[in-house]
Each structure stands twice: as C-alpha cells, then as structure tokens.
C-alpha cells in the first residue's frame, strides 16, 4: 500500500491527544471519530480494514490501529512515530502512578489502591460476563471459553500453550463466512 | 542485571502472543511475575492491574510497573520495550503484506475463532487479579458492586475505580 503523506506532526498530535485522553474500549471508537469523520485521512472502509488487521495482531489494540494508520498515511516513520505515540505517553502516566503508590511514604493511597484493585475485578468480571453473552447461544464456543478458562487457572497452561491448543479447535468450529 | 535479561525475556514472549489487545496475557504475566519469578505479591499484581485501568492505555503496560518494582527506571524501560517492540514488528509485518493477507479466506474466521479463547483467557486474568485483590469481605462487596454497577449503568468506569478508591481510602486504613 502507498503512503498518503499526511504530515507526521498532525499524525503525532492526534495520537498523542487520543493515547492520553482515552482509556479501555473507547479507544478505537475515539481513533476512527478523529481519522474518519473529523480529519477525512480514512474511509469507513480503510478504517475497518486496518482495524481488522489489528484486532488478529498481538500487542496493545490501539496502539497496533494507530501504527497501521501511521503506516498507510506515512510510511515507515509514520507507523514508528504513531506507535510510540500511541503508547508510551500513557506508560509514563502510568509509571508516575505506580512510583507514588509503591512509595511507602503514602500509605493512604496504598488503602485506596485495595478498594481499586476490588473495584478491577468487578470490572473484568463485568466485561466478561458481557462478552460471554454474545455467544449465549453458541454451546461449542462456551465451551472453548470454558475449557481454556479452567486449562489457565487449574491446570496452569501457558498462554502460548493455550493459544496453539484452543485457537485451531475454534477455528474448526467456527462457520465460514459466506462469500460476499 | 540477569534481572534485566529476564525482564527482556519474560514481557518480548508475551508481546509476541498478546492476543486480544493484551488483555489475555493477564494470567500468563501473573504466572511469571507472581509465582515462578517471585518479582510481586499477588497483592502487588492486583495493586497494578487497578493501575493499568486507572490510567490511560492499553492493560499490558501493567508489565512496566512490574518491571519498575524489579529493577527500578532501567526495569521499566526494558520491561515497555520488550512489551512493545515484538508486537509492534509483527502489526508492521502484517500492515506491509496485507495486500497478499486480504484475499486470505480464513482471515475472517481466524479472527472471529481467536475470541472464545481470548475470552477465556479474560476470565482465567480475573481469577488471577482476584488472588491478590479479593481478601476479606469488604473487598468481595467492593467488587460485587462494581460489577452490579458496570452491567446495569453507563457509568464511565475510571470513575467507578476512582469512587472505589474513596471506599479504600476510608475503609482500609
């Protein structure tokens, strides 16, 4: 694919507003709003592509779509470039967070972080509870869902272990998608 | 410095199989740090996931934080790098040879088959968040809340975790 030479600043600026002001599952949303609709660097149809590309990848979700863009608009710099301003922003956020609470000096906020630790596995078991209805209906997914889930945590199988074991067996029962 | 090997180690092999934005590699980061390298607490662990929420950012960069507990400023740098570099060469990979990827018949259905085992791996990360996060009753209430709170509203949920740092602050100190 050919770069569109969009101009890195502008790129970097985005993502660098975007990586820091976005959080958890909005972030994709907040990306194509800014790409798509505001700026016009993509269309719908990019977008989802490009997306698709980072959702089979490894690696952070946003960061990945935000190097893809990088790449299609910019080239090589322009995928390092949105990359790393996608995602190291909000790891020195990060990083200033966690030196403070590891400090012993504040105790108080030691305390705070128990009841948002508490408050992080309400949010994961919420969020997975939301996932697991998609497949309600669909008895051998569950069940992949279930037998991965109970390999990790009883049986303490790797995640490249469970990945090679279960990922070819979902494949297997997943439908085709009809030619379109 | 074998510390910082490890670190290199340990965060470029879960880049590599990151999978579903990170969020899969909770339990495999918390085998490695917690129990075969005894880097944190589960304690710790849980204290660092409610961080990664917290702030803004992808989960896996929880790996930074661990990485400052090892070895200070060196270990967290080595620990986001070996974190974001791999994953980040495979997505460029990838990128580049899309033109040949997009006709792939089974790219679709791959996709679509990674998600039951991502999500597994999602409820496997909880269970693991939980060891360190969930003692006492106080802390089960906590997190039943938060839970009723994020399945029945639309509240934004760095608020609901900032709100449950308040109840810390008053209830475990």
């Known amino acids: 694919m050919t770069p569109k030479h969009v101009p890195v600043a502008a790129l970097l600026r985005v993502f660098l507003w975007l990586g820091t002001t976005t959080y958890g599952g909005g972030q994709s949303a907040a990306i194509r709003r800014e790409v798509v609709r505001s700026r016009g660097w993509l269309t719908d149809e990019e977008y989802l592509e490009l997306r ?25 710099i322009g995928a390092i470039l949105s990359y790393a301003a996608a995602s190291v922003p909000s790891t020195i956020i990060l990083l200033l967070l966690g030196a403070l609470a590891l400090d012993p000096q504040f105790p108080a906020l030691r305390a705070a972080l128990r009841g948002c630790a508490a408050a992080a596995v309400g949010l994961t078991v919420a969020n997975a509870l939301e996932l697991t209805a ?21 049986a303490h199988l790797s995640l490249w272990a469970t990945l090679l074991a279960f990922v070819p067996i979902s494949f297997a029962l997943t439908k085709p998608v009809a030619a379109t | 410095m074998p510390t910082l090997w490890q670190l290199t180690l340990v965060f470029s092999v879960l880049s590599i199989f ?139 949920q760095a608020i609901l975790m900032l709100a449950a740092g308040v109840v810390g602050l008053v209830v475990f100190r």
């Open chain 1, 52 to 76: 698709s590309i980072a959702l089979i990848s490894p690696g952070p979700n946003s960061p990945n779509l935000a190097l893809l863009i990088g790449l299609r608009l910019s080239g090589t």
């Open chain 1, 134 to 154: 998609i497949y309600r209906s669909r008895v051998p997914q569950l069940l992949v869902v279930a037998a991965a889930a109970v390999c990790v945590v009883f």
């Open chain 2, 18 to 156: 990151s999978f579903g934005g990170g969020n899969a590699t909770v339990p495999q980061m918390y085998a490695d740090s917690v129990t075969h390298y005894h880097w944190i607490s589960a304690a710790d662990f849980a204290r660092f996931f409610a961080l990664g929420k917290l702030a803004p950012g992808p989960t896996l960069t929880m790996g930074t934080l661990i990485g400052y507990a090892v070895a200070g400023l060196s270990g967290a740098a080595v620990a986001t790098a070996a974190l974001l570099i791999p994953a980040g060469a495979i997505v460029y990979a990838l990128g580049r040879l899309w033109h040949r990827l997009r006709d792939w018949p089974w790219r679709e259905r791959f996709a679509r088959a990674t998600g039951p085992v991502v999500l597994g791996l999602i409820w496997a990360g909880a269970a693991a968040v939980a060891q360190g996060a969930i003692q006492g009753p106080a802390t089960i209430a906590i997190a039943v809340i938060a839970t009723v709170v994020m399945l029945v509203t639309k509240v934004n």
